[in-house]
Nanobody
């Protein structure tokens, strides 16, 4: 069974950068579209970035131009490079397939941006 493990979160000042990683174990997701989702306190989980098996990407308007999603199929890993972070980016970040599959939700990684 595939498990997704997110890492790389932390506390950063506004304007700073973080790189999140999502490692897939127990299987291969090379042929699946993958995405990074986030959930802020009191808000619904939202998809912020997606990458198809063919490496085309898409982004939510709120992160476009600041976040970059990438994947390394040889390592079964998906990345999210986050630059120009804002306090409103504070959330727990998760990776999952696109569309998501409930069985793949992991613990996520907390990103906190201070002003």
């Amino acid at each position: 069974q595939v498990q997704l493990v997110e890492s790389g979160g932390g506390l950063v000042q506004a304007g700073g950068s973080l790189r999140l990683s999502c490692a897939a174990s127990g299987g291969i997701l090379s042929f699946r579209s993958m995405g990074w989702y986030r959930q802020a306190p009191g808000k619904q989980r939202e998809l912020v970035a997606a990458i198809a098996s063919g490496f085309s990407t898409s982004y939510a308007d709120s992160v476009k131009g600041r976040f970059t999603i990438s994947r390394d199929n040889a390592k079964n890993t998906v990345y999210l490079q986050m630059n120009g972070l804002k306090p409103e980016d504070t959330a727990v970040y998760y990776c999952n397939t696109v569309p998501y599959d409930h069985v793949y939700w992991g613990q996520g990684t907390q990103v906190t941006v201070s002003s």
